[in-house]
């Protein structure tokens, strides 16, 4: 059974950085398609990056040049930086694993940019 787990958020300042993490278990990580998603207040959930099994990536123009995704399949793990955080980044954010037209979320990790 794949189970997914987010962790990393908190609260942070306007301007400052927070790296995620999630893993995923249940099938070789390296097997797995990882993605983020975040949702704010009141809006839908949306796309923020993503990587492929063979490393190749993605990002949602909305954080091109501020958000990194990178993967180390040795420690089973995916990782969203995040750098010169805004207000607007606030939200719920989600991981999800893909693997043999499957889909799989973890519970979300809460990212909240304020002073």
């Known amino acids: 059974q794949v189970q997914v787990v987010e962790s990393g958020g908190g609260l942070v300042q306007p301007g400052g950085s927070l790296r995620l993490s999630c893993t995923a278990s249940g099938s070789p990580f390296s097997s797995f398609g990882m993605r983020w998603y975040r949702q704010a207040p009141g809006k839908q959930r949306e796309w923020v990056a993503s990587i492929t099994r063979g490393g190749i990536t993605g990002t949602a123009d909305s954080v091109k040049g501020r958000f990194t995704i990178s993967r180390d399949n040795a420690k089973n793990t995916m990782f969203l930086q995040m750098n010169s955080l805004k207000s607007e980044d606030t939200a719920v954010y989600y991981c999800?694993?893909?693997?043999?037209?499957?889909?799989?979320w973890g519970q979300g990790t809460q990212v909240t940019v304020s002073s």
């Open positions: 999800r694993a893909d693997i043999a037209n499957s889909e799989y």
